[in-house]
């Protein structure tokens, strides 16, 4: 059984940091790359980043780039989004996701990630 378990999440304070962390179970890890997504209320899924199943290719949304910075490590299956210069737009329930095609189109699109976790919430006040 597959499973992709989130944590990391919680309150805080608009400037301040989180670190995301997702641990996979029930696939090969490292065949997989990894992606995470956000969903605030009231609003579609947007994408946050993306990671290669080598961790050489990264890929941001707009709105984080700069600020957020993925990463992962095969030997513990877990991949990580660190979360810098916060924002109260940033609140949401993250999630992470597992893709496992190998070509490189739309690689930001909600419907090529096989497996997701059950997202964490991030909120962030003002």
């Known amino acids: 059984q597959v499973q992709l378990v989130e944590s990391g999440g919680g309150t805080v304070q608009a400037g301040g940091s989180l670190r995301l962390s997702c641990v996979v179970s029930g696939l090969t890890f490292s065949t997989y790359a990894m992606g995470w997504f956000r969903q605030a209320p009231g609003k579609e899924d947007e994408f946050v980043a993306r990671?290669?199943?080598?961790?050489?290719?990264?890929l941001y949304g707009d709105t984080v780039k700069g600020r957020f910075t993925i990463s992962r490590d095969n030997s513990e299956n877990t991949v990580y989004l660190q979360m810098d210069s916060l924002k109260p737009e940033d609140t949401a329930v993250y999630y992470c996701?597992?893709?496992?095609?190998?070509?490189?189109?739309?690689?930001?699109?909600?419907?090529?990630?096989?497996?997701w976790g059950q997202g964490t919430q991030v909120t962030v006040s003002s």
């Open positions: 990671i290669s199943r080598n961790a050489i290719v990264t």
């Open positions: 996701a597992a893709d496992s095609n190998r070509d490189s189109k739309n690689t930001d699109a909600r419907t090529r990630y096989t497996y």
